[in-house]
Structure formats: structure tokens, C-alpha cells
């Protein structure tokens, strides 16, 4: 395909995109082959077409929409729909953390279309607080590990097997909060804010089997299998965020559905971005150590950082079919994860990390912060406020934050503290 007819059909992108509320088919795409080379990460404010966006009202009605289009088709996937109908089914409160906050479990059922996978939440909220702000995060594990309490339901499906007290792949008592030095729950409702989270597996399974969670539900009439543009794990996960993100919504009486968080871990923190991205309902992102295929650029010759093949090698089943198309041909993708985060402005986003994770490549994180920083100029903001890298340690608590620890690959209670800090800034 020559430069004009990329043009015309960036143009026609939009158009389309627009005129079908979104939905398009894998036809308005051209193929891998035929997109135009880029070694250096494309200007997030410059068309498909080669038009240079220069205002708030065309980023939001043509840039955004093409990019969304482009990001579901070329590497997520396409996200599933709202469901038509779906029922949320609330337990009684209990006290819970020595009696300083109020626990709920939450059952999300979607009706329309019915889907064999209900999504469990657990909803911890400060004890006497009006609509605090509430973070939503994605266990790996289950919700019965965020805490020492036996009414949480365990799962009753697949479960890794390193997770604590799983026994043939199922969840057993003897894993009840064994991650709550991961979750935190009670510095979190110390400081004022809620916590709902819910099971990874609930949604999808963490297995190359893509057949096992919602996605099927979502089929075209007479589709068998998963083609080359449907949701990968990733995008799958990250509508089960907009599904809690929903329940909050219609739950003004137990936290404030302005004042929604979402965060993750690794894998977990990729699906945060992507949440956030696409659902504007969502007031901050927290991406956690989030690397290749989340915070980090696709385009990397750091010999430490993970790459797009090792990635899709390793992990077959996150991205959509598509993406693996780019494993050798990265200067391909007409966008790199700065286009992402750039989704999410004029919202505050912090990317944190740790030293001795190179594997998520901070360094590469930081420059695409920078990178992101003219989309929220357009709304008059400032980005990242910082030239260079932080010192070790020290939060850039701009709009687009940047940290950096010294540590591992772990998300522990002093990630929470700068979580919370940064939070405080935009969200009390």
C-alpha cells in the first residue's frame, strides 16, 4: 500500500470508526505488510494519514478513535461490548481489618449475553467514610488471598498452581491472605480509600486455551474459534476492570464513581493501562512494573529489556493474533505505548518501577512518558514534569509520574505508600 493510500484510509478509519460506535472489521485494516515503517516512536498528535493533530477537538474526535481502532486491531484485540444486561448481587456488610472497615462480596452476572463466568468482587470500604475514592486491581490468585477472612467464596475454577495453598489447580483454604502484603488493604482503608478487586481467572483463565473464559460469548454467528483480531487475555481482563468499574458506578452510596483508581501489578498492570485507556470513567492509572506489551516500547534494542517476540513467544495468548505479526517487524506498528498512555489524558498515570527490573525496561518507560506529554499539552497541562529519570526513590508527582525503587519485581507496601501519595494529589 503506496503513502497516499494509507491516507485514505486513515481518513476512512475515522469515519468508519465513528459511524459504527466503534465496532469495526478486520477489512478496514490493511494488512502488516503493507504499513510504513517507522524505526523512532511515531508522533502520537500525526494521523495514519500524515495530518497533524494540533487541537483538543480533533484529538478527541478523530486522533483518539483511530488510535483506539488501531491499538484493538493491531494488538489487543477487539474489547468485547458493555453486556446488554447484567445483575450485580451484593452479600450483607461485615466488619472486617479489627472492625475499621466493612467488607462486601460482589457477584457481576452478566445476562446479556450470558457468559459462564460471573466475576466475584471484593469490596472493602473505611468504616464510616461517605463515597470514598476506591482502587480497583486484578488478583492473580483470588480474592480469598487478600485477606484472613473464611466468608470470602474461594474460586471454584483454574487457579496457577503457584499460588499459595492451591492443590490441582484449585483454590484451597489454606490460601486465605496470603497476599495481603501484596494488596495492603489495611493501609489502603487507613488512608481513606476503598478497595475492590476481583479474580483474573474469573474473566479468563491465564492459559494459552482462549476458549475457557468470556470470549466465546462474544463470538460472531457461526464463529468456532478465536481469530486474529479477537480480545487476547489482556483486553479480556481489562473489560472484566470496566465491568467492576460499572458496579462502582451504580454504587454512589458506597464509594465516589468520580474517583476511581485502577492499578496493577506486571501482567496485572498491563491490563490496568489498557482499562484506563479505553474507559474514561476511570480518574487515575497506576501500571505497576508493567514492561513490554503495557508501559514499556515495543521498539527497544535494550539487550535487558523483554521484547515483542520474546513476549508473544512466552505469552501467546495476552495479545490478539495480529500482534504477533510485528515479533521481527516492531518499526511496523503505527503506534508504540506512549499512544497508550496518551489515551488517557488529560488523567493522571503513574509508571513505577524497580532498579533491578530491567526487565521492564524503566528507562524506556520514562522516555515514553515524555513522548506522551504533548497530548496533554492540548488539554493545558503539563505531562511529565522532569527532564531526567529520578533519583532512586523520589516520586514525580506530575500528571504523568514516574518511580523508581530499588528492589525486585514485587509489589509491596512501599509501592503502596507512593501509590497513595501520588493518589492524594489528584484524587482528595
Known amino acids: 500500500m503506496c503513502y497516499s493510500s494509507l491516507a485514505r484510509f486513515g481518513a476512512a478509519l475515522v469515519i468508519v470508526w465513528l459511524s459504527l460506535g466503534g465496532s469495526l472489521a478486520a477489512a478496514d485494516f490493511p494488512d502488516v505488510s503493507q504499513l510504513k515503517p517507522s524505526a523512532e516512536l511515531p508522533d502520537p498528535l500525526v494521523m495514519l494519514d500524515g495530518t497533524k493533530v494540533t487541537n483538543k477537538a480533533d484529538w478527541e474526535a478523530k486522533r483518539k478513535p483511530e488510535l483506539k481502532a488501531l491499538f ?6 477487539r474489547m468485547p461490548p458493555k453486556p446488554a444486561r447484567q445483575e450485580f448481587r451484593v452479600s450483607e456488610p461485615r466488619d472486617c481489618l479489627a472492625g475499621k472497615a466493612v467488607l462486601r462480596d460482589v457477584t457481576i452476572v452478566p445476562i446479556e449475553p450470558r457468559t459462564e463466568h460471573p466475576i466475584h468482587v471484593v469490596l472493602i470500604t473505611p468504616k464510616g467514610a461517605k463515597s470514598p475514592p476506591v482502587f480497583v486491581g486484578m488478583n492473580f490468585c483470588g480474592n480469598h488471598a487478600l485477606l484472613d477472612d473464611p466468608k470470602i467464596p474461594l474460586p471454584t475454577g ?18 486465605r491472605g496470603s497476599q495481603k502484603d501484596t494488596w495492603n488493604a489495611d493501609l489502603i482503608v487507613s488512608r481513606g480509600y476503598a478497595l475492590a478487586s476481583f479474580y483474573s481467572g474469573d474473566v479468563d483463565p491465564d492459559t494459552p486455551d482462549m476458549t475457557d473464559g468470556i470470549g466465546p460469548a462474544f463470538y460472531k454467528p457461526g464463529q468456532t474459534q478465536q481469530v486474529d483480531d479477537d480480545a487476547g487475555t ?68 535494550d539487550p535487558k529489556a523483554e521484547s515483542v517476540q520474546r513476549i508473544n513467544t512466552s ?24 499512544c497508550l498512555v496518551a489515551l488517557c489524558a488529560p488523567r493522571p498515570v503513574l509508571y513505577s518501577n524497580a532498579q533491578e527490573d530491567q526487565w521492564a525496561n524503566p528507562s524506556g518507560q520514562f522516555e515514553l512518558l515524555r513522548a506522551a506529554s504533548p497530548v496533554y499539552a492540548l488539554y493545558g497541562v503539563e505531562g511529565l514534569a522532569a527532564d531526567a529519570r529520578p533519583d532512586i526513590g523520589k516520586l514525580t508527582k506530575s500528571r504523568l509520574g514516574y518511580f523508581i525503587r530499588d528492589g525486585k519485581h514485587s509489589m509491596i507496601r512501599p509501592d503502596w505508600e507512593v501509590f497513595l501519595e501520588f493518589a492524594d494529589a489528584y484524587l482528595k
Open 315 to 338: 505469552f501467546p495468548h495476552w495479545f490478539c493474533g495480529n500482534f504477533k505479526k510485528f515479533n521481527e517487524k516492531t518499526d511496523l506498528l503505527p503506534f508504540d505505548q506512549h
Open 72 to 77: 484493538q486491531h493491531y494488538m489487543y484485540g
Open 234 to 301: 489482556i483486553a479480556l481482563w481489562a473489560w472484566g476492570f470496566h465491568r467492576v468499574v460499572d458496579y462502582l458506578v451504580d454504587s454512589p452510596q458506597l464509594v465516589d464513581p468520580k474517583r476511581i483508581a485502577v492499578v496493577g501489578h506486571s501482567r496485572n498492570g498491563k491490563t490496568a493501562l489498557l482499562a484506563g485507556a479505553m474507559d474514561e470513567r476511570i480518574a487515575l492509572v497506576i501500571p505497576h512494573q508493567a514492561g513490554c506489551g503495557g508501559t514499556a516500547p515495543s521498539r527497544t534494542q
Open 158 to 175: 483454574w487457579v496457577r498452581s503457584s499460588c499459595d495453598g492451591a492443590v490441582n489447580e484449585r483454590a484451597t483454604d489454606a490460601g
